[in-house]
Nanobody, 122 residues
Framework: QVQVVESGGGLVQAGGSLRLSCTAS????????MGWFRQVPGKSREHVAT????????AYADSVKGRFTISRDNAKNTMYLHLDNLTPEDTAVYYC???????????????WGQGTQVTVSS
């Protein structure tokens, strides 16, 4: 069984920065594609960023491109999301997601974390 846990959320002011972390256990971390999603009440889950198993390729939603950076350290079984120049529109619960080992490129994920709240004040 795969367990995914994200952390690092909090309250920040507009224009500020934050770093989220995610760990995945119960699988070989270096073989799984990872991603970040976010969701606000009353809205559907939104894809934020995806990174390949090696960390060599990343993809971002247009809404965060240029402001957020996804990365991973396979030696630590950890993925990160650096959120810069935050705005109130970034307020959401951020979820870490893991795909099954060696899955093809897609925005589909098999395992999810519990979420961490990011709140951006104006």
């Amino acid at each position: 069984q795969v367990q995914v846990v994200e952390s690092g959320g909090g309250l920040v002011q507009a224009g500020g920065s934050l770093r989220l972390s995610c760990t995945a256990s119960g699988t070989i971390f270096s073989t799984i594609r990872m991603g970040w999603f976010r969701q606000v009440p009353g809205k559907s889950r939104e894809h934020v960023a995806t990174i390949t198993s090696s960390g060599g390729t990343a993809a971002y939603a247009d809404s965060v491109k240029g402001r957020f950076t996804i990365s991973r350290d396979n030696a630590k079984n950890t993925m990160y999301l650096h959120l810069d120049n935050l705005t109130p529109e970034d307020t959401a619960v951020y979820y870490c997601a893991a795909a099954r080992p060696n899955a093809s490129w897609s925005y589909n994920y098999d395992y999810w974390g519990q979420g961490t709240q990011v709140t951006v004040s104006s």
